[in-house]
């Protein structure tokens, strides 16, 4: 990071859709050959422009546009591939009384909530599996719904969760550390570590390597494996994006 005051000459640059919910669709559809990303865009340029790239990278975009201007964020990849992010603008999310087709989502195998309403939370609830991230903890729990599983961070503050914040709790808390692995807390007091995944090559881009595991994991738990082996899944996905040039290059193509 550019100390204060000082001006840095960038060695490459582009710009490509992300957030948590784009590079997670993008990593189940390439798992689950499907996946539908309902989501909220604003009615402008970037936000055609990121349904149409979406759309190209195999998911099914399904659209509520909104008339504000559409969230960007600025990401320093750095020389050791640790991205710094800068976000501009109010996250944009799906409501309930959205136009959109919340009825599909009934019965199918896995959710995977980033951003929403409380009602978009129990839309999701129709759902064998529901996992979400914990950016997003105030919908979750004015929802008061049960999540299978829930994705916090242990270092990053924005992503953390205190036990008692959403009612009833999570049946399972995975906290995640980055290269260290993680644990995860279920209901019943046990605690279970998971190690990372070693890189299937060398490092490039940390950019949405959280968010990818997020995605193999809520694949795994859908697909019925058990707790253990979704993790394993999920951390091969985050370690597959770590490899490639933003969020999308490195990302696992099927589960094997």
Known sequence: M???GEIVHALDAWEE???????????????????????????DELGHRAER??????????????????RR??????????????????RLGPRRDDPLPWSELDG????????????????????????????????????GVRLDMLVSSSRDAGERY??????????????????????????????????AAPLPGPPVDTYGAG?????GLTYGLADGRSSQDALALGA?????CVTGRGPYRGQLAGDG
């Open 17 to 43: 859709p992300g957030g948590g919910g784009a590079v997670a669709a993008v990593q189940l559809a390439r798992l689950a050959d499907d996946c539908l990303f309902l989501t909220a865009l604003a009615d």
């Open 2 to 4: 550019p100390p204060s």
């Open 162 to 195: 205190t036990p008692g914040s959403i009612d009833p709790p999570p049946r399972l808390v995975a906290r995640t550390a980055g290269a260290a692995g993680g644990w995860v807390d279920a209901l019943d007091g046990q605690t279970t570590a998971w190690t």
């Open 211 to 215: 968010d990818c595991f997020a995605a």
């Open 236 to 240: 091969r996905c985050g370690a597959a």
């Open 108 to 143: 199918v195998d896995g959710v995977y909530f980033t951003a929403g309403d409380a009602g978009a939370v129990q839309a999701a609830r129709a759902a064998r599996t529901l996992v979400s991230t914990a950016r997003t903890i105030e919908p979750l729990a004015e929802a």
């Open 73 to 90: 964020a600025f990401v320093f990849t750095d020389a050791n591939a640790e991205r710094t992010i800068t976000v501009l603008g109010d």
């Open 53 to 70: 790239e979406l759309t190209a990278l195999g998911v099914r975009v399904e659209v509520a546009w909104r008339h504000e201007a559409q």
